[in-house]
């Protein structure tokens, strides 16, 4: 029963993980019908990751009506930065007594190395109006990447990705 308790407390924090997004609230999101792919992208991915992702940015787009275009409405930029997080961790270590009226205390730290076996990447996309040449929509989200992760775990992660950033597109005007 504990265990279970700390398992749906754990997965709630991991699903609170948010979108973060960023828009001109000026423009009428309705206009863009055509997409392409940025002609200059450089995603940061390799070429089998980039393509996963391509994959799933297509079909979510078809499947909201949109279409691929080669005079588009607008261009989709997706790049990533990944990195490492550092696990700082150490076990303390302490020898005290205490008297009466006083006490010693000696204590010390020995850090631990573990490596991870992920790295997080953040995946950002950006909506640039082909026109104009100006950005107008972008969402940006952390995810973990585990480094010996199988082709369809990757493929499984980029969906969840590209569903996640595309939720929040359009974005809700007020």
């Keep these: 029963m504990r265990i279970s308790v700390v398992l749906i407390i754990l997965l709630f924090f991991v699903s609170c ?3 973060k997004t960023d828009y001109d609230p000026s423009v009428q999101f309705s206009k863009y ?3 392409g792919f940025y002609p200059d992208m450089r995603s940061g991915l390799n070429q089998l990751d980039e393509k996963r ?3 799933e940015v297509e079909s979510l787009l078809r499947a ?6 080669d ?3 607008m261009y989709i930029n997706i790049f990533t ?13 302490g020898l005290g007594t205490g008297g009466r009226r006083g006490g010693i205390g000696i204590s010390g730290g020995i850090p631990i190395s573990i490596r991870s076996n992920a790295t997080s990447q953040e995946v950002t996309f950006d909506f640039i109006d082909a026109e104009k040449d100006e950005l107008f929509w972008q969402g940006v989200y952390e995810v973990k990447v585990r480094k010996n992760a199988s082709p369809e ?3 499984e992660v980029y969906r969840k990705v ?3 950033v595309f939720a929040a597109y359009p974005p809700e005007m007020k």
């Design 17 to 19: 993980a948010s979108v």
């Design 33 to 35: 019908r055509t997409y």
């Design 53 to 55: 992702i391509v994959v």
């Design 64 to 69: 909201r009506g949109m279409s691929l275009s």
């Design 71 to 73: 005079r588009p409405d």
């Design 81 to 93: 930065k990944s990195y490492e997080r550092p696990y700082n961790s150490s076990v303390g270590i």
């Design 153 to 155: 775990a990757k493929q």
């Design 162 to 164: 590209v569903e996640k």
